[in-house]
């Protein structure tokens, strides 16, 4: 049974020139099914500024529409159809392959992992999608088609168990890794609430460091009931000898030196201490 890297790599035999067609950009419907469901306007600006200069210069892939016959369904290539329309074209240079429903998804999550363009909950949606339509596929063969460790892909994955605060900030793209969200679901709820309104209100992200600092200040988990009474905190201490300490008290007029190394060094760090 031939790999999913397989699989790809016969979609694309040494295409000719004459493989590529100019198509109608009404006749063009992009994916529903599509990973990434928002693309940046700024984006979209520049590549359709781009194209108003110099054309699409690589063909999109699509597929022909089962349901409505003439018309194509994107593949891969929906920044560059979105950005063809705002550049006024009435076609765009087309690929057109019949692609089976695992292997679009798998171009789809390719391009999009490759230019960074997708949600960290898009890609962990995606993969899951990607790995249950796929029989046989793996996480670590999913890394390797995407060029990720398999690391990656399960903390990916790992963020599709979030629920309340985390699975919010995470579909309102306010956590943008899953390192950031797996720090975030484990504070305390109030903190949670805390970050997730602040983000809400400026509009800008959760950071780790904001997350770091609120688990900073949690306070700490009370220690295990050994049955043992605790031991007496110490303070490391410099070597000194007697006769040094003897100076050492007569200059700062401390009185007798106590037996106890520690209460030498406390008095003696108490006279120091403002």
Known sequence: MASILE????????????????????DISPDPRQPRQEIDPAELDELALSIESSGVLTPILLRPDPDQPGRYVIVTGERRYHASRRARRTQIPALIREIEPHLRLALQLVENVQRSGLRPIETARGLAALLASTPGLTQAGAAKLLGKSQAWVSQHLAMLDFEGPTREALAEDLLKSPETARRFDRLPAEDKAELLE???????????????????????????????????????????TAAQLALLFEAL????????????WQLFLSRLTP
């Open 7 to 26: 699989e790809l790599e016969g979609l694309f035999p040494a295409a000719a020139a004459e493989s590529v067609y100019d198509v109608r950009l009404d």
């Open 198 to 240: 602040k983000a809400r209100t400026t509009g800008a992200p959760i950071r780790r460091t904001s997350v770091t600092s609120a688990q900073a200040g949690a306070p700490a988990p009370p220690a295990a009931k050994t049955g043992r009474p605790a031991k007496e905190k110490t303070i490391p201490l410099p070597p000194l």
């Open 253 to 264: 007029a401390l009185g007798p030196v106590p037996k106890s190394q520690t209460e030498i």
